[in-house]
Each structure stands twice: as C-alpha cells, then as structure tokens.
C-alpha cells in the first residue's frame, strides 16, 4: 500500500486505446490490496462484449465488481474504506445518461451530482480513487449534432473532473504526462 493515498483522487485520461485503464488499474492495486471496480459500460454488440470481457481479465479474483451504468446511488451504502477504487469509465457514464435523458445540460448536472455522491463517500471512508475518462476532443469533428453534443459535454465533464482531482495524468501511448 501506498503511504498518503488514500483519500486521494487520480484522473487518467486519453484517447481509446492509450493505457489509461491499465495504468489507473495499476495504481489502484498499488493503493490497496481491497479492490473495487465501479464498471459503467453496457453491452450494446459484439464489439462491447470483447471490451468489458478484456477489461474482466486484466482484473485478478480479488476484485469486487459493481456494475453502475447510471450513477452512484446503488453503492452509496457499500463500506469501501481503505480500498482502492477504479471508476472505468466517466465517458461510459456521460453517453449513458446523454443517450436516456437527451438534454445535455441536465445531463451534465446529473453526471456531476452522481460523482459528488462518490467524492462525499470517498470523504467519509478515505479510498483511494482512480477516474478514467476519455479526452474525446482531440479527434476528428463529429459529423452528426448528437456526437457534438457528446464531444461538447464530455469535455464540460472533463474539466469539471480535472478541478476536483488530486492529480491529473493526460495518457499518450501507454505513458502518462502529469498535468496536475
């Protein structure tokens, strides 16, 4: 275990496919031998299916996996004190509710409220707590108004994210570049 990190929390965030889970993984088997997984993706197709079940087998037995598509409440009443804790992914979370509830300002307060419970919870029981999300405006222009809004929105997210965090890595090809 990491001495003084506890109570921390850690943003990993970066393109697809640039080792930000399997870094923010890595710190939090570095942080507690007690392991939580907060996973927000959802099936959708095949492609999804290969996504969640490879993230599955870079996790070991000791894991303890909650499935949390829509926000935090569910596990508001868990003790997870002295655990480390990895919320995969902010993006996941964000498309979710955008794609439920449509509105995107709504939808950012919602996002921003359920991570609050998780911030006011990590408060209270000192995990450590590793967020990973996507820096999805670095690409190309989304052709249709709904990937704009996304792109829009999660970037809103984002920054909300990058303020309330302890330390901020930006991850490029599997190396983490510390922002903050």
């Known amino acids: 275990m990491i001495s003084g ?3 921390r929390k850690v943003l990993f965030i970066g393109g697809a496919r640039s080792g930000k889970s399997s870094l923010a993984q890595q710190r939090v088997e570095e942080a507690s ?11 959708t197709d095949q492609e999804m299916a290969e996504r969640i079940a490879l993230h599955r087998r870079r996790r070991s037995e000791n894991w303890e996996t909650f499935e949390v598509p829509f926000g935090f409440q569910e596990v508001e009443d868990r003790d997870f004190s ?11 979370l964000v498309s979710n509710l955008l794609l439920r509830d449509k509105e995107p300002e709504e ?10 419970v998780l911030f006011r919870k990590q408060s209270r029981e000192g995990f450590f707590l590793a ?8 690409g190309v222009v989304p052709e249709n108004f709904l990937g704009r809004q996304f792109r829009d929105l999660q970037g809103k997210v984002n920054q909300w994210l990058a303020q309330k965090a302890d330390e901020v890595f930006l991850v490029v090809a599997g ?3 510390k922002l903050k």
């Open 5 to 7: 990190i506890l109570g």
């Open 33 to 43: 031998p007690k392991r939580v997984y907060l996973a927000t993706g959802v099936v």
């Open 82 to 92: 002295g655990c480390g804790v990895l919320l995969d992914c902010v993006t996941f």
């Open 107 to 116: 939808v950012f307060m919602r996002v921003t409220e359920e991570l609050e």
């Open 131 to 138: 967020l990973v999300s996507n820096e999805v405006g670095c």
């Open 175 to 177: 190396v983490p570049w």
